[in-house]
């Protein structure tokens, strides 16, 4: 699979190609990974795609909105550019914060480590700082990690939060379906 991935950048490099539901496995087997209309209601035309498929932005905020950890990007400029907006956020985000610099979001006892870790992804010592602490009573696992372009120069950072009280507390195996949650009642949703 990976031959195609590198076929189709090359071909895609002449922008002969740039169309995903255009792209075709090597053998001619057509390829339709671009979103179909089940599960969307945006147009097709609206999608962004990436090197491994397309989604729309509605797809990409349910997916950000469901991920067990919460994302902040903080640009190269070091200003909080996005978050992300999960029910259970460890860090509330009030959305003033978006166009701040990441120094004015953080206490001042914390502020010589936050310009070490943008110094350093910054400079290119680094590429990831992990903590973890437990806040709440939740054992947090916080990662920050350098985003950089396909020149390798620093993009941003980009900060993975999660509470990983429940996993930290998982013993033994869980190898047949068990729901952790009653069920709900159904939504009788049916895809178009």
Known sequence: MSEFFQSQSNASSDNSNTNPSEWVKPDGIALDIVPGSTGRSSPINQAITFAAGALT??????????????????????RVRFFSEGP????????????????????AESLDVVEQILSD?????????????????KFVFIR????RDENKQYMGTLEVTQDLTRERALTGERRL????????????????
């Open 57 to 78: 932005i509605e797809q990409l905020t349910a997916i950000f909105s469901t991920m067990p950890v919460d994302l902040t990007f903080i640009d190269a400029d070091d």
């Open 88 to 107: 259970d956020r460890v860090f509330i985000r009030p959305k003033t914060i978006i166009g701040r610099k990441v120094q004015s979001c953080h206490p």
């Open 144 to 147: 920050y990690f350098a985003l």
């Open 121 to 137: 992804f910054r400079s290119g010592k680094q590429d990831v700082a992990d903590f973890w602490l437990n806040f709440q009573g």
């Open 177 to 192: 379906l068990e729901y952790d949650t009653p069920a709900k009642e159904p939504t009788n949703q049916s895809p178009s």
